[in-house]
């Protein structure tokens, strides 16, 4: 039986209308809300609040400005999708957030709503799928939806209890109809299972790291990486960037060697992270002479003496026993 043929046995009482399983729930989002009844009114702004847990930015951009002219043409062609709030009279936008900012900028004083009776794990299904098709997905957003509607879907059916749910290391955590849970999801919102774990990676980044994946400073895949460096790691690393005065930036090859020294010392030092950031740099601090008052007569053998490695080793045994007997040594 397929997933709409379910879907209309339900609502006809055909079949059981119990909790319907995760494979189901993917499949088909409005089994959620069935055969319940959800019907469209015209309804104030100013009733109208953001949903709690909305997980996309509004931004203002042109394709905001073309939606403004297109409603002060046309009108709303599409429905918000709210549902009622604890409070009388008033609306939970689950979808059509930048819908209803356009509309205000449009002069509109009161815009269509299809209102459905939805509870918390059912309203962010719903809201993260009515953006499945959405062109501009920063990669934030995308963490934060897939993460919050991942945690919806294993809710409403249960597949956690019991279970592992370490999907963002690429794990099988669970298997239904002899699938990945993890594909079966990615699947659904048109990506590798792999693509889907990074993207639910990229939540353990601290917030300023995660703006530079946004701002493609850092590339996704990076991000992938420096998520697995502790709170402390990822805030340092930032510090550093910006004590160097440029803008976040970590290639691919830098974020993968930060996350392996990481695991390989338990706790990334200042200098390891230099040294792969800009190991140039590092070369020159290394080679970096403390300057010497040298006899002009002196200076040529100096400098030959001090290029033989035989001659900087013992100089280099004299300053470190000058050091413990004084006390300097760090």
Known sequence: ????????????????????????????????????DADVQQIPLELLQDYHAHTFAVREDETFQALVASIQESGIRTPLLVRPTQEPGCYEILSGHRRRRAAASAGLRTVP????????????ILMAESNIQRPDW?????????????????????????QRTDLTC????????????????????????RA???????????????????????????????????CQEQTMLHDYLQ????????????????????????????DRMEEIMEPQRAKETEREEIPLQVPIGLRKAAQAALADDQVRRQLEDLIRDYAIRHGLLE
């Open 138 to 162: 920063l990669p934030s957003e995308k963490a934060r939806t897939f993460a919050a509607w991942l945690k919806a879907i294993q809710h409403k059916t249960g597949v956690t209890q019991g």
């Open 1 to 36: 039986m397929s997933g709409m043929d379910r879907l209309k046995a339900r609502q006809a009482g055909q079949i059981s209308s119990g909790t319907p399983n995760l494979v189901e729930l993917i499949s088909n989002p409005a089994l959620l809300i069935g055969g319940r």
């Open 243 to 270: 004590q160097r005065g440029r803008k976040v930036r970590c290639s691919l090859q830098q974020a993968s060697d930060l996350h392996a020294a990481s695991q390989e010392l338990g706790v990334l030092s200042w």
């Open 113 to 124: 709503c299809l209102v459905v009776q939805a509870d918390d794990d059912e309203a962010t």
């Open 196 to 230: 889907f774990s990074i993207y639910l990676r990229l939540g353990e980044l601290i917030p300023k790291l995660l703006d530079a994946v946004d701002a493609k400073g850092i590339p996704v895949k990076a991000g992938y990486h420096l998520s697995f460096l502790s």
């Open 170 to 193: 690429g794990t099988e955590f669970h298997k239904l109809d002899s699938s990945k849970s993890r594909d079966i999801a990615a699947e659904k919102w048109g990506i590798s299972g």
